[in-house]
């Protein structure tokens, strides 16, 4: 049953639900398993290895260890997960703020190159709401990052306010942008269904350097010199936009708590959406943690707490 609703209190997956599917860049079989979470874990990612746990990698841009066509997460022993934000965009979309992630490859799966068949998992086991009160990163001032012809700008706001535009050279995108105010139902209709995008141009060079080798029309969007070359077309009008939105809500999930912000981002991608969090997090007074009100009749009401918080609110 679809999640309706961001209450004033925590929640988690009422039970676990697994998925499976290919890496879209090892091209190797994954087994991913999503399991319910105690209050303040935020979403933790659990690499196994022939049924045994030997890694635990808090979903945190400080764990970020590679932003090259994905976002990668690591841990000081070196093992990494990959190709994060899809997953972790279905999760924040439909705010499940606590989530064990089980999973036995190096790469989250492509699924079919959205957060579709995340939102459908996480909507066939539904939600449980926790006892715990829900915690927030409140923006309290403009950060800005540039990066060449680049940049993004987060903003005070009361909610979650993406507004993201791109621009590539070639007829088949030009110059897109879509501005959303976020919620569950905007994530689900307007979102969760756009797939990532590539050039025919670039598969060689992609596939010597080991990359793309799960890549496939079932789950990327194929961009000609002036065509797509998927025979049913695109899902959304403008779904290449769509997609980076989807990606700047998974990558912006790195915060390790919702954000009350408006984020605004041209030309971006996941290098700068990781950025534009460590330049909030890295001036002290940008930014404050608030949790909600015991009651919901007033959900602009934030009652501050502490910013002394952030080893929590990062997932630590």
């Given at each position: 049953?679809?999640?309706?609703?961001?209450?004033?209190?925590?929640?988690?997956?009422?039970?676990?639900?697994?998925?499976?599917?290919?890496?879209?860049?090892?091209?190797?079989?994954?087994?991913?398993?999503?399991?319910?979470?105690?209050?303040?874990?935020?979403?933790?990612?659990?690499?196994?290895?022939?049924?045994?746990?030997?890694?635990?990698?808090?979903?945190?841009?400080?764990n970020v260890k590679n932003l090259t066509l994905c976002t990668v997460l690591g841990d000081e022993t070196g093992t990494t997960v990959g190709t994060v934000e899809h997953l972790l965009a279905a999760l924040r979309g439909l705010a499940v703020d606590n989530c064990y992630v089980e999973i036995d490859g190096k790469e989250v799966p492509i699924m079919d190159g959205s957060s579709a068949e995340f939102v459908d998992a996480i909507d066939e086991v539904g939600l449980r709401q926790l006892d715990e009160l829900r915690k927030f990163i409140k923006v309290l001032k403009p950060i800005r990052v540039d990066e060449g012809d680049c940049w993004a700008e987060l903003h005070p706001h009361s909610g979650f306010h993406l507004d993201i535009e791109i621009e590539f050279d070639t007829k088949v995108i030009g110059k897109q942008r879509k501005s959303w105010e976020m919620s569950p139902g905007v994530f689900r209709n307007e979102l969760s269904r756009a797939r990532t995008f590539g050039f025919m141009r670039d598969v060689e060079m992609l596939?010597?350097?080991?990359?793309?080798?799960?890549?496939?029309?079932?789950?990327?969007?194929?961009i000609g010199d002036d065509q797509i070359i998927n025979p049913k077309g695109?899902?959304?009008?403008?779904?290449?936009?769509?997609?980076?939105?989807?990606?700047?809500?998974?990558?912006?999930a790195l915060a390790g708590l919702p954000l009350l912000c408006k984020y605004r981002s041209v030309r971006g991608g996941h290098r700068l959406n990781a950025h534009a969090l460590e330049a909030l997090f890295a001036d002290k007074s940008a930014w404050t943690i608030v949790r909600a009100p015991r009651t919901t009749r007033d959900s602009t009401r934030l009652a501050q707490t502490e910013p002394s918080w952030l080893p929590m609110a990062m997932g630590k």
């Open positions: 049953m679809p999640n309706k609703f961001i209450g004033a209190r925590q929640t988690t997956l009422a039970r676990e639900v697994e998925l499976t599917g290919v890496g879209v860049h090892s091209g190797a079989p994954v087994n991913l398993v999503l399991h319910p979470a105690e209050a303040d874990t935020g979403i933790r990612f659990m690499v196994t290895k022939r049924g045994r746990i030997v890694s635990e990698i808090a979903a945190d841009v400080r596939w010597k350097s080991g990359l793309a080798l799960g890549a496939s029309l079932e789950n990327s969007v194929a695109l899902r959304y009008e403008q779904e290449f936009v769509r997609h980076k939105m989807l990606d700047a809500v998974g990558d912006l």
